[in-house]
C-alpha cells in the first residue's frame, strides 16, 4: 500500500500562483510513475502533468508553460509550481503514484481561480 498527503492548494486570482505538494509514503519503489490530476465540477478527472522517477515530464496542453512539476525521490515528494492561473484551472486536484498494475490517489485539494 502507498500513502499519499496532499498539501497546497486554495484560493487566488486569475494571473496568481499556487504550489501544491504531495508525499508518498508506505510501499514505495524505485520505479514509479508520479502526477497530478484535476477534475472540475461536471467534467472526467484529466492528466495535468507526471513526472517519471527518472525526472522525465509529461504535460497537459492547457497547462504547458505555466505549470512546472518536480520530485525529491529522496523523500518521495511530488511538487506542481502553477503560474498564470486561470478560472479555468479551477478544480480539484488529485495526487497519483503508479507503477506497473496499480495505481494510488491521494484525497485531493481544492484550488480556485477567481476572474
Known amino acids: 500500500q502507498v500513502q499519499l498527503v496532499e498539501s497546497g492548494g486554495g484560493f487566488v486570482q486569475a494571473g496568481g500562483s499556487l504550489s501544491l505538494s504531495c508525499a508518498a509514503s508506505?510501499?514505495?519503489?524505485?520505479?514509479?510513475?508520479m502526477g497530478w490530476y484535476r477534475q472540475a465540477p461536471g467534467k472526467q478527472r484529466e492528466l495535468v502533468a507526471r513526472?517519471?522517477?527518472?525526472?522525465?515530464?509529461n504535460y497537459a496542453d492547457p497547462v504547458r508553460g505555466r505549470f512546472t512539476i518536480s520530485r525529491d525521490s529522496q523523500k518521495n515528494t511530488v511538487i506542481l509550481q502553477m503560474s498564470s492561473l486561470k478560472p479555468e484551472d479551477t478544480a480539484v486536484y488529485y495526487c497519483?503514484?503508479?507503477?506497473?498494475?496499480?495505481?494510488?490517489w491521494g484525497q485531493g485539494t481544492q484550488v480556485t481561480v477567481s476572474s
Open positions: 497519483s503514484y503508479a507503477v506497473i498494475g496499480q495505481v494510488y
Open positions: 513526472i517519471t522517477s527518472g525526472g522525465i515530464t
Open positions: 508506505g510501499s514505495i519503489v524505485s520505479f514509479n510513475l
